[in-house]
Every structure is written in structure tokens, then in C-alpha cells.
């Protein structure tokens, strides 16, 4: 196992230790219609649990994908060909998110990192994307001929847990007659074990590996339990022989009700699986604690906001494409509401920059970022300290809701009366839960007294004007008449 963070590999270093596998989940259809098919993408890789949990595991329906699959000119209604694409697909977000996330600026894989990056921002175009592609056209192209020689018409994938009789096979897939009567086509390479044709087995799909049981006529099951290692349901296999128990893993209990009824055991086992996955929930990925180093700035080379912090005693560099983002994941970096308006200020800043750039009759800037302007007259000076003043007071106070969470704040519109909590101030105006966290800014100058936080008003807004009301000393005032 490399000493990598993901961040730090090249884009084919990061799928070889990821290792994803693809699942097709197979639901009935309503009526005549056809079954529905979701795809399943498991990162099984020695590196896999660096990632959180997110990015461990991702889930695609046929329509999200039949259009890329054929842009990659394979099969978009091949199952198998989706599924393909599904795990490529989710190998280039996991990768990408990992390398926007924990950026290293510096290190003997930051061009390379940089090229892959450039390469994968503009879709599937990376020579590792390009050879998987490759070599699945190959696969599927082989796949028409060996249904044909195994007398099979029809091309079906199998459900999560299929039971039956091996019937065909060759070097690249197996083919199974179901308890169902399907034959239904395992792909060799997702096979842990490769079943003997004419042979009774079950193949039971875990994290888009298929499980492989024989001699079931001479085997016994256990009842669920979580595997302390996985941390997903499981039962033992055991056979007549002695041998040592196979351990057979579940993604759910609805893959253990599959199993329960493949093989025809009592359903009261399902009840039990419950039982055993309420006992011991799985935990969920903590990520290891991230310190700033200082306020966030912009960066040289992306333009884009960036911030350095420490985890576990390595110094990284984050990028943000805006500040609304730098916000939304303050909790992760342990940004505070000063930091964050920080962001807000330089993406003010940079548009500020980009409006003047192309406004040809715009006064001339010396210091930008420092917000000196060369003005005419005194009065024009007031009208420009008056403006950033409320900018600023503006942008305090987004930064504080954003890291207190709420979102989409709003100003009184029009005669309304605004009931709730001050939740947030800045020195020009203050922020009102009016419930269901949507939150009202009062601008404090046109209010008849200031509020603070912690106050629970009624403001009752009118003519641009509000009139500040105590909402506790209201109600003991009714209480007492």
C-alpha cells in the first residue's frame, strides 16, 4: 500500500489502487415493460477507505449514462457496456474531486497531476480511459458469438444472487440456467472463482465481485451476522468435507432477502438480518482533523480562491471555485465566519478587477486589492467609503449564516411583519430566522432601534422602514392585562 494521498497520485496510479467494480442492480418492470436497470460502482482498492464515504461508492441510472456510452462508441444499450462506463465515470470524479479537494502545489507528481487534470476536465480523454475502452469494445464484440455456440438468444444479466446450473462457458464468461429458468451471463473477470460447467452453484454479487459457492447440495449457511471487518452483513458456509467456512457478504439486507429466497430458506432469516444490522450499525468515515494556516487568497496560476491548512502534519493547498463553495465546506477546513468573509471579499474583489478591466470610462485603480481609488472630489470619496462599508457589512454577515448554514437569504419586501430570532450581525445589518431557517437581512439604518443577537423580535416592515417590537415583553404585556 502506497504512502500516497490520492491527491497525490497521477490519475492511473489512483484507478490501479482503487480498483472499481460495477454491480448491475436488475428491478422488474411494471407491466410489459422491460426490467430497470441501476449500475452499482464499488472503490475495493487498498486505498479505497482514503476516500470518504461519498466517493467510496457510487450509484447511475440507464438514462445518465446510455449518452456517454455511446459518445465512447460502445453499446448504450448494453448492460454491460454502461457498466463499463459507470465505474470510468466514477473513477474520474472520485480523482478529480480528491485533486481539487487536497491540491499539492508542489511534489514530483504536480505536472503530471496538472496534465491528467487538464485532461479529464475536458470529459473522457485520458490514454487510460482510452485502453479501458478498448479493451471492453474487444470484450463485448466477443460476446454475440459465445451466446450463439451456448444456443442462447438473449444476452441477461444476473440479479444480485443467482442459483442454478453452470451450462456454457469460455475464457471470457459464464453462462447459468437460474432457478428462474434465465440463463443468465457472469462476466469470468468479475468472478472470484471460475464454477465447473454442469456444476450447481451459487453466485452472490458483493461490491460488484460475484461470490462464488459450489457443491450446494452438500453446504450449510449460518445465520446473518456483521463481519467485523467489513462491517457488512454475512453468513458462513460450511461443507460436509471439513473445510475451512466460507464467508459470503451482503451490500444489504435486501441482497440477503435475494439469497434467503434463491435458495429457498425460511424468510424469518430476513427478520434476523435486521435484527443483526440494527445491533451493529456501520460506521461512518471520519476524515482526519484540517487546520488553516492562514486567511484564504488568491491563486497565482488557476486564479481561483485557494486556502493552505495542515492535516496530519502535511501542508495542503485547496482550491474553491467560489466563495459560496469555500463557504459550504467551511466545517471541513475549520473556517470560521472571519475566513470566510475573507473569500467573499477577494471574489468581490476579483469581479470588482474584471468590470473595470473592460470599462474603458472606469477611474483608474492603483491598488486593487487594497481598495485605494484615485476620486475627484470629497464627496465622491464619501460615496465610495459609504458603498464598501455596506458591501462589507454585507459580506459579514453572509459569512456568518453560511457557516452557521442557512442559505438563501432574503430583504423585506414591501408592508410584512417578520417574526423570530437575530441569528447574526454585522455593522450595518442583522439576520432574522423568520422558520424553517429562512432568514430576512434588516438593514439596521432603517430600523427605530438596533437588535442583537439573540433577540427575539417582531419587525414590522413598511415604507422601507421597520418597527422593532420585543416578542417576549409583548407576550408578558398581553399576559398581563
Not at 445518465?64 to 473513477?91: C, G, I, M, Y
Not at 444456443?151 to 443467482?162: A, F, L, R, T, Y
Not at 494556516?293 to 496530519?312: R, T
Request: proline share 5%.
Amino acid at each position: 500500500m502506497t504512502d500516497k494521498k490520492p491527491s497525490q497520485m497521477t490519475f492511473t496510479e489512483f484507478a490501479e489502487s482503487m480498483r472499481p467494480s460495477g454491480a448491475i442492480n436488475r428491478f422488474p418492470g411494471v407491466g410489459a415493460a422491460a426490467d430497470v436497470l441501476t449500475y452499482s460502482v464499488y472503490m475495493n482498492g487498498p486505498m479505497a477507505q482514503t476516500l470518504p464515504r461519498h466517493a467510496q461508492e457510487h450509484t447511475f441510472k440507464d438514462v445518465t449514462l446510455q449518452a456517454l456510452t455511446e459518445k465512447l462508441k460502445l453499446n448504450p444499450l448494453s448492460a454491460r457496456d454502461n457498466l463499463k462506463v459507470a465505474e470510468l465515470v466514477s473513477l474520474r470524479s472520485a480523482w478529480m474531486s480528491s485533486v481539487l479537494e487536497t491540491t499539492l502545489t508542489r511534489g514530483e507528481n504536480a505536472a503530471r497531476i496538472l496534465e491528467d487534470f487538464a485532461a479529464l476536465s475536458g470529459g473522457m480523454n485520458h490514454p487510460w480511459i482510452r485502453q479501458q475502452v478498448d479493451t471492453q469494445r474487444e470484450l463485448s464484440a466477443k460476446l454475440g458469438p459465445t451466446l450463439a455456440r451456448a444456443g442462447v438468444d438473449k444476452d441477461i444479466v444476473p440479479k444480485e444472487v443467482s442459483v442454478g446450473e453452470v451450462v456454457a462457458q469460455n475464457s471470457d464468461f459464464t453462462l447459468q440456467r437460474t432457478q428462474d429458468g434465465e440463463v443468465v451471463t457472469h462476466e469470468n473477470r468479475r468472478l472470484q472463482a471460475i464454477p465447473a460447467v454442469g456444476e450447481a452453484v451459487m453466485v452472490s454479487y458483493y461490491r460488484g465481485s460475484g461470490q462464488v459457492v459450489d457443491s450446494l447440495d452438500k453446504v450449510k449457511f449460518s445465520d446473518p451476522f456483521v463481519d467485523r471487518d467489513s462491517e457488512d452483513l454475512a453468513v458462513r458456509v460450511t461443507s460436509e468435507k471439513g473445510e475451512t467456512p466460507q464467508l459470503v457478504l451482503f451490500n444489504s439486507v435486501q441482497s440477503f432477502d435475494q439469497f434467503v429466497k434463491a435458495h429457498g430458506l425460511d424468510e424469518r432469516l430476513v427478520q434476523r438480518a435486521f435484527e443483526a444490522r440494527a445491533a451493529r450499525p456501520k460506521s461512518e468515515y471520519t476524515a482526519p482533523p484540517r487546520e488553516p494556516l492562514g486567511p484564504p487568497y488568491i491563486d497565482d496560476k488557476s486564479g481561483c480562491l485557494a486556502l493552505d491548512y495542515v492535516e496530519e502534519n502535511v501542508t495542503y493547498t485547496t482550491l474553491f471555485e467560489s466563495a459560496q463553495a469555500m463557504a459550504d465546506r467551511a466545517a471541513q477546513f475549520g473556517l470560521g465566519a472571519k475566513f470566510v468573509g475573507e473569500g467573499f471579499r477577494l471574489e468581490e474583489t476579483m469581479l470588482e478587477m474584471s468590470r473595470m478591466a473592460h470599462e474603458k470610462h472606469a477611474p483608474l485603480v492603483e491598488s486593487a486589492m487594497e481598495g485605494v481609488a484615485i476620486a475627484e472630489s470629497t464627496d465622491h470619496w464619501v460615496q465610495i467609503d459609504s458603498e464598501r462599508d455596506e458591501k462589507d457589512s454585507e459580506i459579514d454577515i453572509r459569512a456568518q449564516l453560511s457557516v452557521l448554514g442557512f442559505a438563501f437569504p432574503q430583504k423585506p419586501e414591501g408592508e410584512r411583519q417578520y417574526m423570530g430570532p437575530i441569528v447574526a450581525a454585522s455593522p450595518l445589518h442583522v439576520a432574522q430566522d423568520v422558520g424553517r431557517r429562512q432568514i430576512v437581512i434588516h438593514d439596521v439604518r432603517n430600523l427605530d432601534k438596533v437588535p442583537a443577537v439573540g433577540d427575539r423580535l417582531n419587525i414590522r416592515a413598511k415604507d422601507g422602514k421597520g418597527v422593532v417590537t420585543d416578542m417576549v415583553k409583548a407576550q408578558d404585556k398581553d399576559l398581563g392585562r
